[in-house]
């Protein structure tokens, strides 16, 4: 799917702009449908080619409602940590591979949450972290623990977003985790654009995007 393909009524493909606009008045009527294709978006997305959209995708979301429960996670692109930029490989080796990484997100009511890995990542965790502890459920690894609000974001566009914070002592989140920020928009309803922010000396540097979409599956 690209946002040429949707322009049926004239040969002039949409904006990504135009296109979020028609997903949305499109979920009035058909809600499944819309969150269908704001999904195929994001695989379009994934490609190195069209990556230069994502920040102009991101601008034209809101800061949405929590999501209850497990949602699915899409990896489209981590860079400039050289920690990021390792993840990054791995996941997507690791997809390539038969789905070892990275499934997504989970969000409590209480404003907690955390990270869901596919059981074939426990050995590859094992030795990257090797002090680390994730736990199981579901049949799933679960572990990188954040807390969850609506903030405003220190990296432009400056809009308010769900922010997920690693950082309280407590998680005892390892490597980078509790210099990151997650940041997630709502493009259609159950269907969110994220970012990564990581923080130095300097301040917050945008260090990739994401996708979740609840439920799992669609």
Not at 97 to 119: C, E, I, Q, S, V
Not at 196 to 205: E, H, K, Q, T, Y
């Amino acid at each position: 799917m690209s946002t040429s393909a949707a322009a049926t009524s004239s040969s002039a493909p949409l904006s990504d702009q135009a296109y979020i606009e028609s997903l949305r008045t499109l979920y009035a009527k058909s809600p499944a449908k819309a969150k269908a294709q704001a999904w195929a978006l994001f695989q379009e997305l994934q490609k190195p080619s069209q990556q230069y959209r994502l920040a102009g995708v991101f601008a034209q979301g809101t800061a949405p409602e929590s999501p209850h429960g497990d949602c699915e996670g899409i990896n489209m692109n981590l860079y400039g940590n050289p920690v990021l930029r390792g993840l990054d490989y791995l996941i997507r080796l690791g997809q390539m591979l038969g789905g070892m990484g990275w499934a997504g997100k989970t969000f409590n009511a209480n404003g907690t949450g955390y990270n869901r890995l596919t059981p074939s990542t426990k050995f590859a965790a094992m030795a990257v972290m090797p002090h680390y502890k994730l736990r199981k459920i579901n049949g799933e690894l679960i572990g990188f623990d954040f807390y969850h609000c609506i903030d405003n974001s220190p990296v432009a566009p400056n809009i308010p977003v769900r922010s997920l914070n690693y950082a309280s002592p407590e998680h005892n989140n390892p490597l980078i985790l509790p210099r990151t920020r997650d940041e997630i928009v709502e493009i259609v309803p159950e269907v969110y654009l994220g970012r990564v922010l990581i923080r130095d000396n300097f301040g917050w540097n945008l260090s990739g995007y994401f996708g979740l979409r609840y439920p799992v599956g669609g």
